[in-house]
């Protein structure tokens, strides 16, 4: 099963409101990001934060990372129909590959939000 | 987009016949990766690759391919699609722990 799982997988707000979506997680990660989709549209990166730290804010969003509850939230203020799109979680983790320091970063994704706001 | 670029864009194919899709960089950036997205799953990873012939398996490899001969290009081969290979693939590369994608590919296998 995969590592993110989004909640709720959609949400219909009015326009000026607050949304919020969560992702938890199952192992340990080194960082965690959202990222946001438009329909038809290659996935572009939010924001995105690290194992050791709680909070972050980007503009109009507002993540934070609970890791002894596997747990991830974002928050988006006041929102605006140009919000609507399709919100990724994803965690990290760095992957040894061999003994001499090769490494792979392996990235896992939740089945996302969808999330409309309407005018 | 991290100057990324995806080809075809858009493709039919019978099942059986063996089809390979190109994702290209223009920044020798060392990670890059294979994703399929279908409704209800978000994005499951295919293939990823760590350099040039360093590549592993992700989530869902079975009935895929990939090679990497050159920075610039990762390859995905499908030997023989089947219909359960109707998705939308996404090939991305990683920048200091973000991910920039490609303008996706969409493969319908009749």
């Known amino acids: 099963s995969q590592q993110g799982e989004e909640d709720p997988q959609a949400l219909s707000i009015q326009e000026g409101e607050n949304a919020t979506m969560n992702c938890s997680y199952k192992?340990?990660?080194?960082?965690l990001q959202w990222y946001r989709q438009n329909s038809g549209r290659g996935l572009v990166h939010l924001i995105l934060?690290?194992?050791?730290?709680r909070e972050k804010h980007s503009g109009r969003l507002r993540v934070t990372l609970d890791t002894s509850k596997k747990s991830s939230s974002l928050l988006i203020t006041a929102s605006r129909a140009a919000d609507t799109a399709s919100y990724f979680c994803?965690?990290?983790?760095?992957?040894?590959?061999?003994?001499?320091?090769?490494?792979?970063?392996?990235?896992?994704f939740g089945p996302g939000t969808r999330l409309s706001v309407l005018p | 987009d991290a100057g990324i670029t995806q080809s075809p864009r858009h493709k039919v194919t019978e099942t059986g016949t063996p089809v390979t899709l190109r994702c290209h960089q223009t920044?020798?950036?060392?990670?890059m990766y294979w994703y399929r997205q279908d409704p209800g799953h978000g994005l499951r990873l295919i293939h990823y690759?760590?350099?040039?012939?360093?590549?592993d398996k992700g989530e869902v490899s079975d009935g895929y391919s990939v090679s990497r001969s050159k920075t610039e290009d990762f390859l995905l081969t499908l030997e023989s699609a089947t219909s359960s290979q109707t998705s939308v693939y996404f090939c991305?590369?990683?920048?200091?722990?973000?991910?920039?994608f490609g303008p996706g590919t969409r493969l319908t296998v009749l």
């Open positions: 934060i690290r194992s050791n730290e």
């Open positions: 920044e020798n950036h060392r990670y």
């Open positions: 994803a965690t990290d983790a760095i992957i040894q590959k061999s003994p001499w320091g090769k490494y792979g970063q392996n990235f896992v």
């Open positions: 192992t340990s990660i080194n960082n």
């Open positions: 690759s760590y350099g040039v012939k360093d590549t």
């Open positions: 991305a590369i990683s920048i200091n722990n973000e991910q920039f």
